[in-house]
């Protein structure tokens, strides 16, 4: 697939953001290999000291082919879990909250049967995936396996109680704190307790306590099933060689998935976490430590409160959280310090194990080689 639209931008703040070995010819040339694999959109953002280049290629749209937007609103999916454990351990830090307390203390009786116990799963095991309670999300896309199944049920309406009671009744799959395995359900549950808390939603939090802070103009959580302009449309391939489908517009807007943001927002958003600006050090620590992730394809990941650790090959790893929804996909990676960055969205996937692989390594390898080009200047 050639591309057919590559745009490069330099924002200057003082100076382009470049390091030794990577500019944007360099960026251009790693956004245009995303576009090779399969993608129908991309853009991608590298943040360091002095400035930051942004790049886009492939199509917004694929039946008017515009091209795609600077700045588009994106379903940002699971990387709304960062927000989340940010929320519950400003939390912590404020005494409202502690780690190491069972979830019942909070939701008393809500995790409950076939096994499911909120009396020994703690809210630290929520935030780490430790807590072996069944990911409800594997229902519903167990039900959505074709192009006519989404059309039919892409937009059935959920409520928080109903995700986690699917996802209770299944047995867990291992003792609570045994190994880490992740579960959407932990964070429906995480930003139940965020509302027990405080009184507000979880959503609410976020905003007050970190949009609104940062200045994030453009990250929200939507109350409507359309994204508002500008943005790229989504689209999937349920099997490869059928037509796209148009997935853009969707009801997902919970605690585990739900927040729509830019690229230059969830720049900010994970310099300013990595950058110790939203959490105090004894809870940012708390974050950060981790254990062991084993996600498929990505050897030495590793998992901590809200937060992946991904290892670079060139020494080292950085920070960041990955969200996959329905043909949106977004990775981020954020050195110690938060001072060098880069965010990368894609606007579609194909189902199919070897299309993700190629997927997933080409935005891999973007963040590898502008995050390596710093630390080895060259």
């Known amino acids: 697939m050639t591309s057919a639209w590559i745009v490069v931008l330099a924002v200057a703040m003082g100076a382009p953001a470049a390091v030794p070995g990577y500019d944007k010819t360099r960026l251009r040339q790693d956004v245009a290999a995303i576009r090779e694999a399969e993608v129908t959109g991309v853009e991608a ?102 192009r006519a199944d989404w059309q039919e049920r892409r937009l059935a309406r959920y409520s928080v109680r109903q995700l986690v009671a699917m996802a209770l009744r299944h047995k867990p799959a291992f003792k609570p704190g045994a190994r880490w395995a992740y579960s959407n359900t932990n964070y429906l549950l995480a930003g139940m307790i965020i509302q027990k808390v405080t009184g507000r939603s979880w959503d609410r939090e976020v905003r007050e306590r970190i949009v609104k802070p940062l200045g994030l103009r453009r990250t929200f959580n939507p109350a409507t099933t359309s994204l508002p302009e500008p943005h790229a449309k989504a689209y999937v391939k349920f099997r490869p060689g059928e037509p796209w489908t148009d997935t853009t517009r969707s009801r997902d807007n919970f605690a585990d998935g739900g927040l729509v943001s830019t690229i230059t927002d969830l720049n900010r958003f994970f310099r300013a ?97 502008a995050l390596c080009a710093f630390k080895t200047g060259s």
């Open 273 to 369: 976490l990595i950058g110790g600006r939203l959490l105090p050090a004894a809870e940012l620590a708390e974050m950060r430590k981790t254990v062991p992730a084993r996600v498929p394809d990505i050897p030495g990941q590793r998992y901590g409160l809200g937060l992946f650790w991904t290892p670079l090959t060139c020494g080292g790893g950085y920070w960041g959280h990955g969200g996959d929804g329905a043909g949106h996909k977004s990775r981020e990676g954020v050195l110690d310090g938060g001072r060098h960055s880069v965010i990368v969205f894609t606007q579609s996937m194909i189902v199919e194990d070897a299309a993700l692989r190629r997927h997933e390594r080409a935005g891999q390898r973007l963040i590898d080689h």
């Open 45 to 146: 953002q590298f943040w360091a000291p002095g400035g930051r280049i942004t790049a886009r290629a492939g199509v917004a749209d694929l039946r008017s082919r515009r091209a795609m937007p600077a700045e588009g609103y994106f379903r940002i999916a699971s990387t709304t879990k960062t927000f989340v454990a940010t929320v519950v351990l400003q939390l912590v830090a404020e005494g409202k909250v502690a780690l190491d307390e069972p979830v019942d203390k909070h939701l008393p009786k809500v995790v409950r049967g076939h096994g499911n116990d909120g009396r020994v799963i703690t809210i630290r095991q929520l935030l780490q995936h430790t807590s072996g309670l069944y990911d409800y999300a594997s229902d519903i896309n167990a039900t959505i396996a074709s």
